[in-house]
Each structure stands twice: as C-alpha cells, then as structure tokens.
C-alpha cells in the first residue's frame, strides 16, 4: 500500500507489488477503529478487500509504513497471516 508514484517504485524495485491507497481497490482498506463496534463494519471491509485481493490473484504478505499503525490502513485485521 503505497501514497505515490515514487513509493510504488520502490516497493516494485524489490520484487514487490504496491497497491495505491487512493484507488479503488487502496479505499477497500481503513483507519484502525478505537471504537470497537466500529470493528465490525472494519471487518466486513476487510472481507471485501480480501475478496478483490484474491480475484487479482495476489495476496499481502508485508505492509510497510513509515506513519506507524494506526494511521495506516489496518493490515492486522485482513485474516491469518496478515502483517
């Protein structure tokens, strides 16, 4: 999950493949909730974002940020095995 352009090249430089959080498959992801009621709707995101994740036949094996958790989308929720 990359921000930019120059983000993606270096994810791609390395064998990876980055996903642009401003597209439509990038919005599938979300804010950690503090609520956590509000975990529920996240985790139903995650469902769908899994679901598109599959169909483009790849998984997330690392998430890399450099603004920490919480305000990065929540990779922890995405299932087992999730970073």
Known sequence: MVSN???AAR???VGGAAVDRKTPLGRRLYLVPDDPRVGELGKRK???FRGTEAA???S???VV???GRRPFPAPSSLGE???
């Open 60 to 62: 997330v094996d690392y």
């Open 5 to 7: 352009a120059e983000r």
């Open 11 to 13: 994810v791609e430089a």
């Open 81 to 83: 095995g999730a970073c």
């Open 46 to 48: 995650a469902q769908a």
């Open 56 to 58: 483009a036949g790849g």
């Open 65 to 67: 940020s450099h603004a």
